[in-house]
């Protein structure tokens, strides 16, 4: 059970003075609240925190955060948190990017870091379009998507990113919402907790560019049919009356009726499996599987080896074969090369 620390700081201790450069609106600022409310429950220190980003508008964030960060270069975020996190490891290192900065141009570092679990967290902000420089379609807009870059529509099928993530082994993956506050900042917390990679996806709304992308899951008549609430140990049940669940049929979700509280051969969440297979099913789920909702909470939770711990690992091991010398003795070796 995830307990909460009781905390010498309050949020307040985490807002900088800098004054926030983000559209009216802007589903970045709830992503913002929500974890300058959760850094003091964590019972780090404050000079322990360091914010790494890219390059976009959810790139701006460390700016807006009264701790250590850095406001890198397009896509090498994973790159700069990487040398933070191996050279400071009792550093609690979170990358802020987005779906442009973290998926184009640093979708190969996505899946390096990923596969080799780095022991930080990724906060991915998806809203569909590129924000910062108007409105260009991204990686993750979907098939037929207009815009000013494709005036005719995408031709690209669009990435997923939960599925990318699990695919290259992430051990945490977890889906939110910008609106739904509440649980956004309970995968916070969560993913705080995990050690290695915990990555994690927020839909986030662009209200000048790509406005109500995400309205099925956020439009209160509408959202309790497309969107199905993880949790483990329980069958996963949805809908406004909470009337429909999720059966596999092989590896294929279909929805069932669950009326009159039946869930019988419903499927049962269990983040914990190490295989990645349900979690893959489930990271589908309403994205690529469309008719189906989408499944928000956490996908993947397992433990493995991360890459700080094998390569301190490696650096002991180093040392314990080394026999201990002088710097006069080292100095004063003999020659390390001949020149003939």
């Known amino acids: 059970m995830l307990v909460e620390q009781k905390s010498q700081y309050t949020k307040a201790d985490f807002e900088s003075e800098n004054d926030i450069r983000w559209c009216p609106g802007c589903g970045d600022y709830a992503i913002l609240s929500a974890v300058q409310a959760v850094m003091p429950t964590l019972g780090i220190p404050k000079e322990k925190f360091v914010f790494v980003s890219g390059i976009g508008c959810s790139s701006r964030f460390p700016y807006y955060m009264n701790c250590y960060g850095f406001h890198t270069i397009h896509g090498r975020a994973l790159t700069v948190a990487t040398g933070v996190k191996s050279i400071n490891p009792d550093l609690s290192v979170w990358v802020i990017t987005g779906d442009g900065d973290g998926l184009s141009i640093g979708g190969n570092h996505f899946m390096h ?21 108007k409105g260009q ?3 993750t807009s979907e098939l037929g998507k207009k ?26 993956v977890a889906r939110t ?21 915990a990555f994690i996806e ?8 790509n406005d109500d992308a995400f309205i099925d899951y956020t439009e209160k008549e509408i959202k309790d049919d497309h969107s199905v609430y993880l949790e483990d140990g329980k069958p996963l049940i949805f ?22 509280g039946n869930s019988s051969g419903a499927l049962v969440h269990n983040s914990k499996t190490e295989d990645r297979a349900l979690a893959y099913v489930l990271g589908q789920m309403g994205v690529e599987n469309q008719g189906l909702p989408v499944a928000f909470g956490i996908l993947r939770c397992v433990e493995e080896p991360t890459y700080q711990e094998r390569l301190l690992g490696q650096e002991h091991q180093a040392k314990e074969k080394k026999s201990k010398s002088s ?14």
């Open 239 to 260: 809908g406004k009356n909470r009337d429909k669940t999720i059966k596999l049929n092989g590896f294929h979700p279909e929805i069932v009726s669950a009326s009159n």
């Open 202 to 209: 927020i839909y986030q709304n662009c209200l000048v560019f």
């Open 327 to 340: 710097l006069d003795e080292i100095l004063n070796a003999g020659d390390t090369w001949i020149v003939s």
């Open 113 to 133: 870091a990923i596969r080799r679990n780095q022991d930080f967290k990724i906060l991915l902000f998806n809203n569909k379009i590129y924000g910062l420089t």
């Open 137 to 139: 379609y991204s990686p």
């Open 177 to 197: 919402v910008d609106n739904n506050v509440k649980h956004m900042m309970e995968i916070l917390k969560k993913a705080a907790a995990h050690k290695g990679t």
């Open 147 to 172: 815009t000013k870059s494709t005036p005719m529509g995408s031709i690209d099928n669009p990435v997923n990113p939960a599925s990318l993530a699990i695919a290259s082994g992430a051990t945490f």
